[in-house]
C-alpha cells in the first residue's frame, strides 16, 4: 500500500506541474512553432549528403539509401519527443541563485524538472511531432510506422527519460562551476555523436563501437531506431528487442544513481549567493 500511496502522489505531481508548464508554454507557442523549421531542414542537409555518399553504392555498412534517410528521418522525430534542457534551467537556478526556492519545497526539484519537461514535450508533440510527422510522411516518403510499435513506445519513454537524467548531471555541474554555458556545448555535441544523431552508430570502427555499447547515449537514438526496425546490431552484438529493452532501462537505473550522487555531493557547494 505504501508504494501505491506513493506511485499516486508522484503521478498527481507530475499531472499537475506539466498541465500548468503546458498551459505557460501554450502562451508563447509561436517560439515552439520556430522549431518546426529546424528538424526538416537538417533532414534536407542530411539527404543531399548521404546522397551523395551512396552515389555507386547499394549498400554501406548494411544500410541502403533508403534506410539512412529513414534512420535521419526517425533521429529527427524522435529529437522532437525527447527534447530536453534540464541543464540549462539548473544551471540559470543555481547561478541566479534561484533555486533556494525550490530546496526550500517539499518537492524534489528532479521531479519538478521532470514534470516540467513532460508538460513541454505534451505541447510539443502537438505542435512539432504530429506536423513534421505528417510532412515526412507525404512530402518526404519516409514511412515511419514501427515494425514493434509497443517495443518502440517503451524504447520511446525509457529514452525521454534518460535524456533527462544525463542533462540534469550536466546541470548539477554548475554547483562547482557556476556558469557551464562552454561545459553544455561541449557535452551536447559529444552527446549527439557517441547517441547517433550525426551518423549511424555501426559506421564507426568496431572497437569505438564496443566502447558504445557500455555507455548510456546509444539508448537516446540509436536503440529507439534498432527498436523501431525491429533487430538490434551493435558491435557485432545482437540482442533481442526485449533484452534491448531491458538494456535500457538498467541503463536508465544507473544514470539516475550517478545523478543521485551527485545530487548529494553538489548541494552541498550551493550557497544561495544572489538570491
Known amino acids: ?34 522549431s518546426l523549421f529546424t528538424g526538416p531542414i537538417y533532414f534536407l542537409v542530411q539527404y543531399f549528403i548521404w546522397k551523395a555518399v551512396y552515389s555507386g553504392h547499394e549498400v554501406i555498412n548494411g544500410f541502403t539509401f533508403s ?30 541563485g534561484r533555486f533556494i526556492t ?3 519545497r517539499p ?6 524538472a521532470f514534470s516540467q519537461k513532460v508538460g513541454h514535450r505534451v505541447l510539443g508533440f502537438w505542435l512539432e511531432f ?3 510527422y505528417l510532412l515526412f510522411f507525404f512530402v518526404f516518403g519516409i514511412r515511419l510506422i514501427p515494425a514493434k510499435p509497443f517495443w518502440f513506445i517503451v524504447s520511446l519513454i525509457l529514452s525521454y527519460s534518460i535524456m533527462f537524467f544525463i542533462n540534469y548531471c550536466v546541470g548539477m555541474f554548475a554547483f ?8 553544455m556545448e561541449m557535452f551536447r555535441i559529444m ?35 534498432r527498436v523501431f526496425i525491429g533487430s538490434y546490431e551493435l558491435a557485432g552484438i545482437t540482442l533481442s528487442i526485449p533484452l534491448v529493452i531491458l ?24 550557497t544561495g549567493v544572489g538570491a
Not at 191 to 210: D, E, H, M, Y
Open 107 to 112: 518537492l524534489s526539484h528532479r521531479l519538478f
Open 1 to 34: 500500500m505504501y508504494f501505491l500511496r506513493k506511485a499516486a502522489i508522484i503521478f498527481n505531481t507530475i499531472k499537475a506541474v506539466a498541465f500548468v508548464t503546458y498551459k505557460e508554454w501554450a502562451a508563447y507557442r509561436s517560439h515552439i512553432l520556430v
Open 67 to 96: 534506410q539512412i534517410l529513414t534512420y535521419f528521418g526517425l533521429a529527427t522525430i524522435i529529437n522532437y519527443l525527447i527534447m530536453d534542457f534540464a541543464d540549462w534551467n539548473l544551471q540559470m537556478l543555481i547561478r541566479t
Open 102 to 104: 525550490y530546496i526550500l
Open 247 to 270: 538494456f535500457q532501462a538498467f541503463m536508465l537505473g544507473a544514470v539516475m544513481l550517478v545523478a543521485e550522487i551527485i545530487w548529494r555531493f553538489g548541494i552541498r557547494r550551493f
Open 191 to 225: 552527446r549527439n555523436l557517441f547517441a547517433g544523431v550525426f551518423i549511424p552508430l555501426s559506421f564507426f570502427p568496431i572497437t569505438i563501437q564496443k566502447i558504445f555499447f557500455f555507455l548510456p547515449f546509444q539508448f537516446i537514438v540509436y536503440v529507439p531506431f
Open 176 to 183: 562547482w562551476l557556476t556558469r557551464i554555458f562552454g561545459v
Open 130 to 132: 504530429i506536423p513534421v
